[in-house]
């Protein structure tokens, strides 16, 4: 047994070193769960425990950084270890006073009670710090920004494409704890605990935020951008990678590939349509609320635009069958379509706009207004997509092109004339 394990340790100095810093950690963490414990006790002769074992928590959190960069790693504080240690234990502190809380509601006792918590929370705290210490030496990036889910969408694809080929770390905020889905969603570090944390620090001005707002600028300009800082989040709508977007659009594809209870409601849906091969799906998405306002109501159409775009859609299919499938982020007079164009088959789905996004991405073509949704929509299956630049105007299978041609138009379409 004993030259089993001198040779499982050879053959993994890596495993030996983990033991080490096992033990160090354990010896750094009795020290400092010590002095977390004693100033429990001492402070709740004053107040009650969810108090005193934050004050606790805070007096023991200095010892146990400077223990934990110096004797459980062997490292020296740095602004990156000691943004991580603190990301760390926001998310440590958390889950402690919730089990805290926990157990004092089941009725442990106030003085067993911080014991048992830190039963349960001490290892995982091993593997937060470990990440820290060792493996954080990366390049990270927070992708953040306010705004709709689909520009989200095509914001974090240029910048994950980025950090692809610069072997960055790189995590959506908006997708770890807001538009719940998507694949991404059930990624490591896309959680409320990640989001929470990021927040904070960068709330305390612990972490850099670097905003980006240069829809010109040139590639040193960008890389330095998103290179500013080892650890930091980055927010803005106009960062552009084209090139490497096309070059891992299969894993961005895969990132937002929807939740399978979303692809089994959009194939229950259009199935009734697919099985005959004369019918052709065209999407049409409605897009208005704010673009009354953007460039001026530029985008802003009624629904007989939207008619009279199906209606020149069904003239070019040489007798196929057209199964208009109409989303929309309003009301929708749906007997006014249907009066307007009696020999088309009209699907409303009247559903979140997930649901509506993964419908329109299995049609055969997508017709809508200048808008990031019928963009994404196009992205899954490369569904050739048409923006109604201007009302009524006429138009052509030909005028129908894949994602990537209109990714790389998009920003022209926004550009005030």
């Known amino acids: 047994m004993k030259k089993w394990i001198e040779r499982y340790f050879q053959e993994h100095p890596e495993r030996l070193a983990d033991f080490w810093r096992l033990v ?127 520009n989200n969408i095509i914001q974090y694809g240029h910048v994950y494409s980025w950090a692809r080929e610069h072997k960055a770390c790189v995590f959506s905020l908006r997708f770890a704890y807001k538009y719940r889905h998507f694949h991404i969603c059930r990624t490591a570090g896309h959680n409320i605990f990640t989001h929470a944390a990021v927040k904070a620090l960068t709330k305390l001005h612990l972490m850099p935020v670097v905003e980006f707002r240069n829809l010109n600028a040139s590639e040193e300009e960008k890389d330095e951008a998103l290179n500013r800082y080892p650890i930091m989040m980055f927010t803005g709508w106009e960062i552009r990678f084209f090139d490497l977007f096309e070059k891992y659009l299969s894993d961005i594809r895969r990132l937002f590939a929807f939740y399978d209870s979303i692809e089994q409601q959009a194939t229950q849906l259009l199935a009734p349509y697919r099985q005959d091969d004369d019918n052709v799906l065209l999407g049409v998405h409605i897009r208005r609320g704010d673009y009354n306002r953007l460039l001026g109501g530029k985008y802003f159409y009624q629904d007989d635009v939207f008619i009279d775009a199906i209606r020149q859609f069904q003239a070019l299919q040489a007798g196929r069958h057209v199964v208009a499938v109409v989303c929309g982020n309003v009301h929708l007079n749906k007997r006014a379509f249907c009066q307007a164009l009696p020999d088309v088959t009209f699907v409303f789905p009247d559903s979140a706009p997930a649901d509506d996004l993964c419908a329109l991405s299995h049609c055969g073509y997508l017709v809508g207004p200048p808008s990031s949704y019928s963009l994404v929509a196009s992205m899954y299956h490369d569904v050739p997509l048409h923006f109604i630049t201007e009302a009524h105007q006429a138009f052509t299978l030909e005028d129908f092109h894949p994602f990537l041609h209109q990714l790389r138009q998009f920003d022209n379409y926004f550009i005030a004339s």
């Open 24 to 150: 160090r950690f354990g010896i750094t963490g009795g020290v400092s769960s010590l002095i977390h414990y004693c100033t429990y006790c001492v402070v709740l002769m004053w107040t009650g425990a969810a108090r005193a074992f934050t004050i606790g928590y805070l007096v023991g959190l200095v010892c146990n950084y400077f223990l934990t960069t110096f004797f459980t790693f062997q490292r020296h504080p740095s602004r990156g270890n000691a943004l991580g240690f603190i990301g760390s234990h926001i998310i440590n502190y958390t889950l402690e006073i919730l089990l805290l809380e926990l157990f004092l509601w089941v009725g442990f006792g106030e003085l067993i009670a911080p014991i048992a918590v830190m039963v349960i929370v001490v290892p995982i705290n091993f593997l937060l710090l470990r990440y820290v210490f060792i493996h954080a030496k990366k390049h990270i990036l927070f992708v953040h920004d306010k705004g709709q889910m689909c």
